[in-house]
């Protein structure tokens, strides 16, 4: 019989501690990482920081000109975080920790320039694309990565184009280069995006021109097979209107989640069953049904930006404005399926000001770098 294989009690021990750093707040994770040239090693391992992401739990995030802040759910705290100048007032899509950032800057001559940047808050660490041609507004941007790879990060432009096909481009992180993608896309510009597995998902409607039927309904962008993919129409009487706040959101790692506010006081939730199987069949059930006791503000108006769904609750984060103060409250509710709602914390408070547009999102921070 062969020789077992003996593991040396030190190489159990750092699996042990390896474990244990993967479930470890990632604030905490930067005073350990001069412990040691092999605690310094594993904070730079790929294969860790993706484990450490993995276990990450969702926060929220909001970017509001100069200031950028993190909202973490569970433990609940609030952290600050230096900002680049050039992001101050941009669009933003998450990833694995990453922020493809899009904005536009109005230069003295009055011309317009659009600029694209890839950033880790958390890391510092930010880089520009650079357009194969000058970026447009009518630009719609996607994120994500290709499941063979899940380093190899990618970023879609779409350009859209009057009574012409969209204008369809890949940027790769690995050979750092656009190039067109032949790809159809036969849908309006999207309205809520959210990317899930690698994959992006948008709410959207059929193009007037292709079908007469104004539905709304999910489409999808494969980054592996890098093709467009209508995957299911949105349950009925979900629709955006002056009465309706429409969220798209991710739950579990592998479904999307819909959130419909009517009218600020009820509530419902619409669950799909796993995206991305092979049968291609997704289906939505109802997950949540709720009706406010009380108005969560006693403010003018209030506008729901993001959630995050949880076992009998749900977490809100309301951007609320106080006409008559000129004052903009950012604060993150929990809710009931009673409808009872309670606030959990006050993220920002700022006054009114022109152009100074705030982005809010669900995010979760990591170590995954910035590609160089």
């Given amino acids: 019989m062969a020789p077992s294989k003996q593991i040396s009690a030190p190489s159990l021990l750092f699996e042990?501690?390896?474990?244990?750093?993967?479930?470890?707040?990632?604030?905490?994770?930067?005073?350990?990482?001069?412990?040691s040239k092999q605690w310094y090693a594993l904070f730079n391992d790929k294969r860790?920081?993706?484990?450490?992401?993995?276990?990450?739990?969702?926060?929220?995030?909001?970017s509001v000109h100069k200031s950028f802040k993190l909202f973490n759910v569970e433990p609940k705290a609030l952290l600050s975080l230096p900002k680049p100048d050039e992001l101050h007032n941009c669009n933003m899509i998450h990833c694995d920790g990453l922020l493809l950032c899009s904005y536009a800057k109005i230069c003295k001559d009055g011309h317009e320039t659009r600029k694209l940047a890839v950033w880790n808050p958390v890391?510092?660490?930010?880089?520009?694309?650079?357009?194969?041609?000058?970026?447009?507004?009518?630009d719609v941007f996607g994120f994500g990565y290709d499941n063979v790879s899940r380093d190899n990060y990618k970023i879609l432009r779409i350009n859209y184009k009057k009574a012409?096909?969209?204008?369809?481009?890949?940027?790769?992180?690995?050979?750092?280069?656009?190039r067109s993608v032949n790809a159809t896309l036969e849908c309006c510009p999207p309205y809520k995006h959210v990317s899930l597995k690698g994959d992006m998902y948008w709410?959207?409607?059929?193009?007037?021109?292709?079908?007469?039927?104004?539905?709304?309904?999910?489409?999808?962008?494969?980054?592996?097979?890098?093709?467009?993919?209508?995957?299911?129409?949105?349950?009925?009487?979900?629709?955006?209107?002056?009465?309706?706040?429409?969220?798209?959101?991710?739950?579990?790692?592998?479904?999307?989640a819909i959130l419909q506010q009517h009218k600020r006081v009820k509530f419902e939730v619409w669950v799909t069953s796993k995206v991305g199987d092979d049968d291609g069949v997704v289906s939505w059930s109802k997950y949540y049904n709720a009706s406010l006791r009380h108005d969560?503000?006693?403010?003018?108006?209030?506008?729901?930006?993001?959630?995050?769904?949880?076992?009998?609750?749900?977490?809100?984060l309301y951007e609320e404005i106080d006409v008559r103060k000129k004052d903009i409250y950012t604060n993150v509710y929990e809710m009931g399926d009673d409808g009872e709602i309670k606030k959990q914390v006050e993220m920002m408070t700022r006054r009114y000001r022109s152009g100074y547009r705030s982005f809010c999102s669900v995010y979760v921070p990591s170590l995954v770098p910035v590609p160089e």
């Fill in 16 to 35: 042990l501690v390896e474990e244990i750093l993967q479930r470890t707040p990632i604030k905490a994770l930067f005073r350990f990482k001069s412990v």
């Fill in 48 to 62: 860790f920081f993706y484990k450490h992401l993995d276990h990450s739990k969702e926060g929220f995030m909001l």
């Fill in 123 to 138: 890391l510092s660490r930010v880089i520009w694309i650079e357009p194969s041609s000058t970026y447009k507004t009518s």
């Fill in 164 to 178: 012409k096909a969209p204008e369809i481009e890949i940027y790769e992180f690995k050979s750092k280069l656009w």
């Fill in 203 to 256: 709410t959207s409607e059929k193009n007037k021109m292709v079908d007469k039927k104004n539905e709304m309904f999910i489409q999808s962008f494969d980054f592996s097979t890098e093709t467009f993919k209508p995957i299911c129409c949105v349950p009925n009487g979900i629709c955006v209107s002056s009465d309706n706040r429409v969220v798209l959101s991710g739950f579990g790692g592998d479904r999307l």
């Fill in 296 to 316: 969560p503000s006693k403010v003018r108006s209030s506008f729901l930006t993001d959630f995050i769904l949880k076992t009998n609750k749900i977490m809100l």
